[in-house]
């Protein structure tokens, strides 16, 4: 089942295949080892990246096994999610897998089915092939045997029904037996409902429908002369990610991979982080897809109403249910066999003081871009007012912080300047409004925020902005502080603290996060947005080649598919942590923007 792409589960070396509601994790041998059902916080049908059974025991998989296989490619259709596999047997046997979750405009509206479609087709010689079709519910359990129907198996997976729809003869799937491939064969796995036609004509239609929805957004984006392919890819992996439905933008569609080998640092990231999600429709915008950056903002409006009377979360599930209780699953080893295994994320209820600034700083767009549908108004202001006294009234009170610390709260930095960087957008909003008391109110509010940031977070005895209050040590969201607006990129106070975080965080090519002790000692692996905040800050320096070569390097660190996960080895470059994380697919946009050259400079 493996073949010469290794044991199933093993690797981050993985294809996402999505649409906006559901997304799945396909390895080099065209197996499916992860995927949520009915959407990305729910339930892990396919399971098998987490699960260290023996080859061929997998639970949670939709394998696709050519025996004798001894040669596999893969890779996306040009500027599509469309996955491509083709396997080569050790007799002349060839066959391609087309993976694929539809998404186009269908009768005047975007139709994303929670539907896996996979085709079959024979290229050349006699292969023979075995489909297993092994889905899992509540984390790794077994389901009964499928229920047969005329054209189908339909899968009882606790509270939720799933079908394949296949012009393959049942038996075949539903009992594993190989068979000879001469025809294409059509798999069509998801909601459990009819198709009214032939599975084969859907599924092409549905494949060659989606590669041009796909090739058409890709159209309209405005991306860099420069690593335009790196530059798409990403900005096609942060729209996967992104939910249609309500707009929430899940940081990796994974649950649980280790920040580093052994470590513990095992988290659930399939929800909302409002910072995260700030990130990725800057980004987006940055490109012009300025759809993703309105359904986040009407996703962020309908959390801010409650602010009022609660605080604000950092994270929210996709349907802005504001519970997440982390609890650990048994069920699952865990990937490699490196538990625990988690559900939810306890982060939900921790106090993260930057989460306003990033909130507002989102909300901004709607005052500014004339491209939005919905444009801010009064009313939204007063909103987003509510968000800026509460950054005003913690902006000097201890959190956990943007690395979300368990076992301990200070007063950051990073977090106190977010604070300031509500209160300075809100002065500049007001002022668009053409609100002169209100955005008087605002500077001033900023202005005393910017002191206390000043006094308390610079240190004169490092000759740098430190980490947090009353310390002296240093973490890699420093490099923010331009990009935020707070420095002036030739400040010496900013010039000085890129330094100190170049001689003290970088390990090889890599920053790391932090590198003193946290809840689980000292950490093992370079967080990886971190060192695209220190190529964006080479930049602002005036280093541009150095970061340039950096950023070239950076990007030799991306599996076959152009991905990222969230952490990485600094000595081998394995990929390490929750993947595909979306702040590092974030990365490869923004230093691509920065670093290239102009257009009008090209030719």
């Known amino acids: 089942m493996t073949g ?10 993985l294809a996402l295949i999505g649409n906006g509601r ?16 009915p959407q990305f916080d729910g339930d892990p049908v396919f399971c098998a990246l987490l699960d ?36 080569v047997d050790a007799h002349g046997g060839e066959i391609e897998v087309i993976d694929c979750i539809p998404r186009f405009a269908q009768h005047g509206r975007l139709y994303q089915p929670v539907v896996h479609v996979r085709q079959l087709r024979r290229l050349a010689g006699s292969p023979r092939v075995t489909v297993r079709l092994r889905p899992a519910y509540h984390w790794g359990h077994r389901p009964p045997p499928p229920a047969r129907g005329s054209s189908h198996l339909r899968y009882t997976l606790g509270e939720q029904s799933l079908r394949l729809t296949t012009d393959a003869p049942l038996a075949t799937i539903a009992e594993e037996k190989p068979f000879l491939l001469q025809d294409d064969v059509t798999l069509i796995f998801g909601e459990d409902a009819t198709i009214p036609e032939a599975p084969r004509e859907l599924a092409r239609r549905f494949i060659d429908e989606t590669t041009d929805a796909w090739r058409d957004w890709v159209r309209r984006l405005a991306i860099p002369f420069e690593w335009q392919d790196e530059v798409i890819r990403a900005a096609i ?8 439905d309500t707009g929430a933008i899940v940081a990796a569609v ?16 399939r929800y909302c982080w409002l910072r995260d999600g700030y990130f990725v429709i800057n980004a987006l915008n940055r490109l012009n897809a300025t759809g993703t950056m309105e359904g986040f903002l009407r996703y962020l409006v309908n959390i801010a109403a409650d602010a009022a009377t609660s605080p604000l979360q950092p994270v929210y599930r996709i349907d802005g249910d504001p519970a997440l209780a982390e609890s650990v699953v048994p069920t699952l080893p865990g990937y490699r066999g490196m538990g625990p295994v988690r559900l939810g994320n306890d982060a939900y209820r921790q106090v993260q003081n930057d989460v306003y600034g990033a909130a507002v700083l989102a909300a901004t767009h709607a005052f500014f871009d004339a491209r939005l549908t919905e444009r801010g108004d009064e009313a939204l202001f007063a909103r987003l007012e509510v968000l800026g006294q509460r950054a005003l ?70 000759g740098a902005f430190v980490a947090g209050v009353g310390g002296d040590d240093l973490d890699a969201s420093l490099l923010r502080l331009t990009d935020l607006g707070y420095c002036r990129p030739d400040d010496p106070r900013y010039v000085a603290t890129v330094l100190a975080i170049e001689r003290e965080l970088k390990r090889g090519n890599f920053i790391f996060r932090y590198v003193d002790d946290d809840d689980f000692g000292a950490p093992a692996n370079a967080f990886v947005v971190c060192t695209f905040w220190f190529v964006n800050a080479l930049a602002a320096i005036g280093r541009r080649d150095e970061a340039r070569a950096l950023f070239d390097s950076l990007l030799q660190a991306r599996n076959r598919h152009g991905l990222l996960a969230e952490h990485l080895d600094a000595a081998t470059r394995e990929p390490w942590g929750n993947f595909v994380q979306t702040y590092s697919m974030v990365g490869i946009i923004d230093c691509a923007i920065r670093l290239s050259m102009p257009w009008d400079d090209a030719f």
């Open 393 to 462: 009234e913690c902006h000097a009170l201890p959190d956990a912080g943007i690395w979300e610390y368990r076992g301990r709260a200070r007063v950051h930095t990073f977090s106190s300047v977010m604070c300031w960087a509500a209160c300075d957008r809100l002065a500049r909003i007001a002022a668009r409004l053409g609100l002169a008391a209100r955005a008087a109110r605002w500077q001033a509010d900023a202005a005393r925020i910017r002191d206390f940031i000043d006094r308390e977070c610079w240190s004169a005895q490092r």
């Open 22 to 37: 559901i997304a799945l994790l396909v390895d080099a041998m065209a197996n499916v080892v992860w995927g949520c059902f």
């Open 4 to 13: 010469p792409g290794g044991a199933i589960g093993r690797s981050l070396d």
């Open 237 to 244: 992996t942060l729209k996967q990610n992104a939910s249609d």
């Open 254 to 269: 994974t649950s649980s991979i280790p920040e580093a080998a052994g470590s513990g640092r095992n988290w659930d990231y």
């Open 52 to 87: 260290a059974a023996q080859p061929g025991e997998e639970r949670g998989v939709h394998g696709i096994v050519l025996e004798d296989c001894v040669r596999a490619s893969q890779a996306y259709r040009r500027n599509t999610a469309v996955l491509v596999t083709r396997l």
